[in-house]
């Protein structure tokens, strides 16, 4: 079994200003790191893509130790960072202490802030 270390993008939707605009949400993309463990590293070549090109989807499944925060916004993970690329969190299973994610395509939403 391999080790992992990395990031998990949460996405919440909060409220962007209530003083000046009430009632607009955005989502608002943080990133944590965790450590935990590869438990299956399996990828494959999407053959029901509409591209021209098959894309790519990782079956990994990756066990990470959860803190309160991951406990608390479980519903709000959507990706996990693995050899460069963001990949969408395609199911969450909880065996306290630790949550078990599978993942799947190429997350494609909003990138983190960096300021």
Same mark, same amino acid.
């Given at each position: 079994?391999? /080790?992992?270390?990395?990031? $998990?993008?949460?996405?919440? #939707?909060? %409220? #962007? !200003?209530? %003083?000046?605009?009430?009632?607009? =949400?955005?989502?608002?993309? @943080? %990133?944590?790191?965790?450590?935990? !463990?590869?438990?299956? +590293? +399996? &990828? /494959? =070549?999407?053959?029901?893509?509409?591209?021209?090109?098959?894309?790519?989807?990782?079956? +990994? @499944?990756?066990?990470?130790?959860?803190?309160? *925060?991951?406990? &608390?916004?479980?519903?709000?993970?959507?990706?996990? &960072? =693995?050899?460069?690329?963001?990949?969408? $969190?395609? @199911?969450?299973?909880?065996? /306290?202490? &630790? $949550? $078990?994610?599978?993942?799947?395509?190429? *997350?494609?939403?909003?990138?983190?802030?960096?300021?």
């Amino acid at each position: 079994m391999a /080790r992992f270390f990395g990031k $998990i993008g949460f996405v919440k #939707t909060e %409220e #962007t !200003d209530p %003083e000046d605009h009430p009632g607009v =949400w955005d989502p608002v993309l @943080t %990133e944590r790191e965790y450590y935990g !463990d590869v438990i299956r +590293n +399996n &990828r /494959r =070549w999407d053959q029901n893509s509409s591209g021209v090109n098959d894309n790519l989807v990782i079956n +990994n @499944t990756i066990s990470i130790v959860a803190d309160d *925060y991951a406990n &608390r916004y479980m519903g709000a993970m959507k990706y996990v &960072r =693995w050899h460069g690329e963001r990949w969408q $969190i395609s @199911t969450i299973e909880v065996q /306290r202490p &630790r $949550i $078990i994610l599978t993942l799947g395509g190429v *997350y494609d939403g909003p990138e983190p802030d960096e300021g």
